[in-house]
């Protein structure tokens, strides 16, 4: 985002830059629509990561990602998946960006319920996004300023403090996930850099 620009024509450029981002408009949408729901007391349960995820309902590991726990959840995993996401989608084209985002949110429901009773929310998708991103910004200097010193020192803070509130018992964090998202992310991203 340039840094010149108001919040206000930010947000006004928000839906024509959905609407060029079919993948993640379309997942932002859906991950507002399926926490409303969730928020509502519909039964969200087809959705969600359990043992029917590995018998017969894969889809279960990637539509996990979309309820969130309250409004700052959903806001802060929004925020960052637009904004990685404008920088994927022009880069690998809709079909392999709907692929990433189905790869990280599955490797990081996968490995969050090896550990625990699964979990909800776009965390993995955007640690996985981050990671690959900031693999990629080694070689391609027009990622430096996307993949800069202060979003890298608010992915690696973020983690820690997440470690330490659930160590705490404060929060219940997907940390499996995020730690998950976050090194499949940066294999893709050596993948495509060799």
Not at 87 to 92: D, G, I, S
């Amino acid at each position: 985002m340039n840094e010149t620009s108001s919040d206000s024509e930010q947000w006004s450029g928000l839906l024509p830059d959905l609407l060029r981002h079919p993948v993640t408009g379309f997942t932002s949408v859906a991950a507002i629509g399926v926490t409303i729901a969730y928020w509502s007391g519909w039964n969200i349960d087809p959705l969600l990561t359990n043992s029917k995820a590995f018998r017969g309902e894969p889809w279960r590991l990637v539509t996990s990602a979309l309820p969130h726990s309250n409004f700052l959840h959903l806001l802060f995993n929004l925020y960052w998946l637009v904004y990685f996401g404008k920088l994927a989608e022009p880069r690998f084209g809709w079909w392999r960006t709907a692929g990433l985002y189905s790869l990280l949110a599955g490797a990081s429901a996968t490995a969050e319920y090896a550990v625990s009773v699964g979990g909800i929310g776009l965390s993995g998708l955007g640690y996985g996004l981050f990671a690959l991103f900031w693999v990629l910004s080694r070689r391609d200097r027009r990622l430096k300023s996307a993949i800069d010193a202060q979003t890298t020192w608010i992915f690696v803070g973020w983690f820690f403090l997440c470690v330490v509130l659930t160590a705490l018992d404060v929060w219940q964090v997907g940390n499996v996930a995020h730690l998950t998202g976050a090194i499949t992310g940066g294999l893709v991203g050596l993948g495509l850099n060799a």
